[in-house]
């Protein structure tokens, strides 16, 4: 059998959209999409990106041992210096993902298999998204309660909130000058999510696109 | 189109674009901007619908969105408010509740019989039992607004959140001035008006006066070039929630605005007066013929008589005859009068002013569908009229204006208090709770410079209260107002012996209806609402309630604040229901394996929130065959099922095994690495509410399993007892970041030996045995299970690497015959073996005694879940206990179903929980609830079919099949898949 060890939780759905498909960590992953580039809104499938989650009472401790910058406040997140992003989601949990090139969650989830007292390794398999485009902002709010025209960036603030009845991870950025949201959820609630958020960004005159039209900052290896 | 006025400033309609559209199936043609009945005024139509019960004829009386006796149906859309929807090109129009058009209607023949309707005639046409058919069956065919079209489309309305920081509701003069003032302090505003276009009363409520329109105007172009107000037109704020949440219901869609500090101006509805026929078309409020002047430039009648009791009705006639129509008579129902302006003017032009006067009845014209003649008399000090003195003075419309009842339905919500001011006449606000403010005539304040300051005072106060620095006057957050006026009569009510003077025109209730109703005990205000039907047709009792409130307090000998109002629930104003639904979202989760499911036919079922294969479905067969050929696959050779949506925690730590002893009701500190063993929960009362299948990888390492609809209130449950105990160990959810399939059946070793490197014997791998390995090169963990009854593995992989898992599986089976089985077929073969499902053979009250778990109970430990109730109630009687039963083999009849009653002699002795026809044992078989008299083997019951018939079932022992678990066995297996090559 042909079948890739590692398939999007949204593959089935993104296969039947015209556009150009490359592969990312082993992953089959939409890169780009034709006349997408200035949509108002365009949403990308950014599960191919390696990610490993940790909780526990010494996680945050075991991560500084492991050289990952720790955001020191709750629902904060800070950049990974060879790209990608750490994510404290409470107290004492954490997701770390990579950019599209570099390798650290790989790295944590092998360093993890025997943990230290206190360290829960956690198996990520979400739903990773971006949500780029001047019309973003309509179609969250269209999909969620928190009022992200408050939500300031600049404090690298990560929102666990809920949308259209799916636990969510929410992060607003700035990448190379734009806003975008990365998102992540239950990759089992995948298809319901992604098929109703492009319903809703093709109303607004957006749809989706490649993993290489989100505006990731080349500076640090297409990192967020 | 003789009605229309020459052009006016600030008119709405654009002159330039002619509209055609139908009614009733006259052709007739308005302008852009015009609303139905503004087009059909201009058009010289009168009777524009008929009225709810007695189907008289109806035109204009708010011209504000409460006109509900003007509906009408465009195609499929259904009660369209004439008085607020704009026409079309093409529009077909026909009035709703009518029974041969709105000319001919011949259920006016009602009319004449509403003697015989007295007041509560429902309640008491529906008390006899035996005339209830007769009467169901004579109102539904009466009764009914417009024809419903089924094939109508879903209509997708989209729903949305939105935040400010000060919401003005009413753009009004005083909500513009508020706006302006609370954005000028620095807040940023969203302004509200149910309008097109902003202006409220300022905009037509202009007694002859130009420059108010002049300063209204320039409230309007400070809004639009404000960058802090963002204003909504055409939207009603249609409820208040707690902390600020509003509803704004658009045209096309619904926007749940948080605000942090609301200002109230929602204004006042102009109330009728209640005297003989005041319903005919012509007879309208004053404010809507100001409207219908100002805003749609259509002259509302050549001769009028105003009927007034406040400087309102004076406005009204200046205005009226600024614009052609003769005023033949102010009826000024106050015996006194305080000289004015307005006054003044009134007089200066030759209006007749009939001091002390009401307006004792409207005479008809001819042909009904219009008013002849006003006829006026004196107004004792009583209040009584005194009809002996009677004039009649010919005209074609009526213009009321006796007074206001405050839009007070959100401030009711938002918990503000409101005390009756007898001056004004009028509940005002006494207290408002923090962040909500209000101002203008829901503030009791009428005057027009009067309404800016409020407005003004009320902005800064909500800009205030936000930490914005304004002026401390601004901290007074309710407005004494100008009491040198009431805006409102204390009763505008003009009793006739023969009646027809109504109160409420959505639902036809008559003056005499309410001392009726009070007469027979519905004498509190929301008893006489519900008896009467007061305030319960579409508007609400937007025109209904303060007159009904006025009549109760007179014939009880209290005052209108010791009455009281009805209870204001949201939504205050009808919301369609696409609007209510919006999208619909309904989220669904899939396994990563469900294209594959997809892809070989599978039938989806809904099993909580998850899309499972029930079956795949074979060409030409039959869904019962389709299962049936499932397990027979299992039974003997190999299936393959996705479990991927059972629960599946992982738990780590020293005191990971403590907490499982806690949790379940068996024992775990001793369970060996590498083993696994069938968990049971409880809760604190003992009732069976999961189960599932704890494994230890290492000795501070479990991963176990729970039900497919318990995961997320297990894992929820689990995480608050892990806090709440504060032990060493740490609780992770893997349920959907796992996947997991149930490789099962006498091939299903042979066929996981091609993809693992791992030894199946059954002495290195044996029965509920726990193995971590890679299959297919796929990083795994293995669960030899038996929940089916056959040889079998669970297999759990990373979600993202299941489709692979799936398709090597498939295709190392395929030397095999494997066969993919849905969950029918899994609760079927389990069934077979007597396992029971928690939720299906069990419900919110069974015990482990009940559905003979009692095997799984270590009632030894020292604590768990449910435990202390366990204790308690072993002391009490058995009342059911879970048994098998079998039927005949020969039985060839209709087969019991689940929930069908167990009977002993002529008494409920039971239910089924399950049942199925077992093709290994060629009969049916199941498990049933019964009576524990009832449970011995080998007795027999009688299980109730649908139809009422009986059939005879037998106590049998379980598991069905396989008792003594030989399927396990590697000698039995071996000699299976010797058979099978």
């Known amino acids: 059998m042909n079948t890739p060890l590692r398939l999007s939780p949204i593959d089935a759905a993104l296969r039947s959209l015209q556009g150009h498909w490359g592969e990312v960590n082993g992953m089959p992953t939409l890169m780009h999409r034709p006349r997408a580039a200035h949509w108002p809104v365009g949403i990308a499938d950014l599960s191919s990106l390696t990610r490993f989650g940790v909780k526990g009472a010494n996680a945050a401790a075991w991560l500084s041992q492991q050289g990952i910058p720790v955001p020191q406040r709750p ?33 944590l989830a092998a360093r993890c298999q025997t943990p230290p007292a206190r360290v829960y390794p956690v198996l990520r398999q979400d739903l990773a998204l971006a949500l780029v485009g001047d019309r973003t902002q309509e179609l969250l709010r269209q999909t969620c309660s928190v009022n992200f025209q408050a939500v300031d960036v600049s404090q690298h603030p990560v929102v666990l909130t809920s949308m259209i009845g799916v636990t969510v991870t929410i992060i607003p950025t700035e990448m190379a000058g734009q806003l975008v949201y990365r998102l992540w959820c239950d990759g089992t609630f995948g298809t319901y999510f992604w098929k109703t958020l492009i319903e809703m960004a093709t109303e607004l005159g957006g749809g989706a696109i490649g993993v290489e039209q989100v505006p990731f900052n080349t500076a640090s290896e297409r990192g967020v | 189109m003789s009605h229309r006025l020459p052009p006016l400033p600030g008119e709405w309609i654009d002159r330039s674009q002619r509209i055609e559209f139908t009614f009733e199936g006259d052709r007739l043609w308005g302008y852009a901007g015009d609303i139905i009945t503004s087009a059909l005024w201009a058009s010289g139509r009168r009777t524009l619908g008929r009225s709810f019960k007695y189907h008289r004829p109806r035109g204009i009386l708010s011209l504000a969105n409460h006109d509900v006796n003007v509906l009408v149906q465009h195609g499929q859309q259904l009660n369209l408010r004439a008085d607020v929807t704009p026409i079309a090109a093409g529009m077909v129009l026909s009035a709703v509740n009518t029974n041969g058009g709105v000319r001919s209607d011949r259920n006016s023949v009602l009319d004449f019989f509403s003697p015989f309707l007295p007041v509560g005639f429902y309640y008491k046409a529906f008390h006899n039992r035996r005339w209830f058919p007769f009467w169901e069956r004579l109102i539904r065919n009466i009764s009914g607004l417009g024809a419903v079209d089924v094939s109508t489309p879903h209509l997708r309305t989209a729903k949305r959140y939105d935040f400010c920081q000060v919401l003005v509701i009413g753009a009004g003069v005083a909500g513009l001035a508020a706006a302006i003032a609370a954005a000028e302090a620095g807040a940023e505003v969203v302004l509200v008006d149910e309008n097109p276009r902003v202006g409220g009363s300022g905009c037509y409520q202009l007694g002859a006066d130009d420059r108010q329109a002049e300063q209204v105007q320039a409230l309007v172009q400070a809004v639009q070039g404000c960058d802090r107000i963002r204003v909504y037109t055409s939207t009603v704020a249609a409820g208040y929630y707690a902390d600020h949440w509003v509803p704004l219901v658009e045209p096309d869609r619904m926007t749940k605005l948080r605000a942090k500090a609301v200002i109230m101006a929602n204004g ?15 007879v309208m409020l004053a404010s809507a013929a100001q409207r219908l002047i100002y805003r749609y430039a259509v002259k509302p009648m050549q001769r009028a008589v105003v009927f007034t009791a406040n400087r309102d009705g004076y406005r009204a006639a200046l205005d009226l005859a600024k614009h052609g129509v003769e005023v033949r008579a102010i009826v ?15 007089t200066a032009q030759g209006m007749p002013i009939y001091l002390g006067h009401c307006l004792y009845e409207a005479q008809a014209s001819p042909a009904q569908d219009g008013v002849a003649a006003a006829v006026v008399c004196p107004v004792a000090a009583n209040g009584e009229p005194q009809p002996q003195f009677r004039q009649t003075i010919a005209c074609d419309g009526i213009v009321m204006s006796v007074g206001w009842a ?21 509940f005002v606000p006494d207290w408002l709770p923090p962040g909500i403010f209000a101002c203008g005539r829901v503030n009791g304040v009428y005057n027009f410079q009067q309404k800016l300051q409020d407005g003004k005072r009320a902005g800064l106060a909500a800009a205030a209260f936000l930490g914005y620095a304004v002026t401390p006057t601004a901290a007074h957050s309710v407005w004494l107002g100008d009491r040198t006026e009431s805006p409102s009569h204390p009763w505008p009510i003009i009793e006739h012996p023969a009646g027809k003077n109504f109160v409420d025109f959505d639902e036809d209730l008559q003056y005499k209806d309410f001392p009726n109703a009070i007469q027979e005990g519905f004498d509190n205000i929301e008893l006489l609402k519900r008896f009467t039907t007061v305030g319960m047709g579409p508007s609400q009792g937007k025109h209904a309630n303060m007159n009904a409130l006025r009549i109760l307090a007179k014939i009880t000998g209290k005052t209108p604040g010791e009455v ?6 949201p939504f205050f104003h009808p919301v369609p229901m696409s609007h209510l639904a919006g999208r619909g979202f309904s989220p669904e989760r899939h396994t990563p394996l469900h294209e594959r499911h997809a892809a070989l036919n599978a039938k989806f079922m809904l099993a909580g929130m998850w899309r499972r294969p029930e079956y795949y479905q074979r060409p030409g067969k039959r869904r019962e065959e389709c299962i049936l050929a499932e397990a027979n696959a299992v039974r003997h050779g190999v299936g393959l099922i996705d479990v991927g949506t059972l629960g599946k925690l992982e738990l780590h730590g020293p005191d990971a095994a403590e907490f499982l002893e806690r949790v379940y009701t068996g024992r775990f500190r001793n369970l060996k690495v590498g083993m696994s063993r069938y968990a049971l929960m409880l809760d604190e009362s003992g009732v069976v509410i999961d189960d599932g299948v704890v494994a230890r990888f290492s000795p501070e390492q479990f991963y176990f399993t729970t039900t497919t609809g318990g995961a997320t209130a297990i894992y929820r449950e689990l995480s608050r007892l892990n806090t709440l105990w504060q032990l060493d160990c740490g609780l992770v959810n893997l349920t959907g970041a796992q996947a997991a399939v149930n490789l099962a059946g006498p091939d299903s070793r042979a066929v996981l030996a091609k993809l693992t490197d791992l030894d199946l014997s059954g002495a290195a791998f044996p029965y509920l045995g726990v193995r971590a390995a890679n299959v297919a090169g796929i990083p795994a963990r293995l669960m030899r299970v038996g929940f089916v009854g056959e040889w079998g593995y669970e297999i759990h992989v990373p979600a993202e690497s299941a489709p692979a898992l799936w398709d090597a599986l498939m295709a190392a089976g395929a030397d095999w015959n494997i066969t993919p089985f849905g969950v029918e077929a899994q609760r079927l073969l389990r069934l077979e073996k007597g396992h029971v499902i928690v939720g299906q053979d069990t419900d919110g009250l069974t015990t482990p005694r009940e559905a003979n778990l009692t095997w799984a109970i270590k009632m030894e430990k020292p604590f768990f879940v449910g435990q202390r109730s366990l204790q308690a109630i072993a002391q009490r009687p058995l009342k059911q206990i879970l048994v098998g039963f079998m039927l005949d083999p020969n039985y060839t009849g209709y087969p019991p179903q689940e929930c069908h009653l167990v009977i002993d002699g002529n008494d409920i002795a039971g239910r089924v929980t399950s049942v199925a026809y077992s093709p290994t044992l060629s009969r049916y078989i199941g498990l049933a609830y019964v009576k524990p008299e009832l449970a011995a083997l080998g007795t027999t019951f009688s299980i109730r079919l649908s139809d009422r018939s009986l059939v005879t079932a037998r106590v049998s022992p379980t598991p069905f099949y396989d008792p003594d678990n030989q399927r396990q066995q590697e000698t039995v297996l071996t000699t299976l898949q010797e058979v099978s090559i």
Do not use: C, M
């Open chain 2, 268 to 282: 006042a509805y102009e109330q009728p007066a209640v005297f003989r026929n005041n319903d005919l078309p012509g």
């Open chain 2, 332 to 346: 000024e129902l106050r015996s006194h009068l305080t000289a004015s302006e307005l006054t003044q003017a009134v």
């Open chain 1, 75 to 107: 629902n904060t997140w800070r950049s990974l210096p060879p790209g990608g992003l750490v994510a404290r989601l409470g107290l004492t949990e954490f997701l770390i993902e990579d950019g599209l090139s570099s390798n650290v969650a790989p790295q």
């Open chain 2, 564 to 569: 009281g109002t009805t209870t204001a629930r």
């Open chain 2, 406 to 426: 405050p839009a007070a339905n959100l401030l009711y919500q938002a918990g503000a208090k409101l005390r009756f001011d007898e001056s004004l006449q009028q």
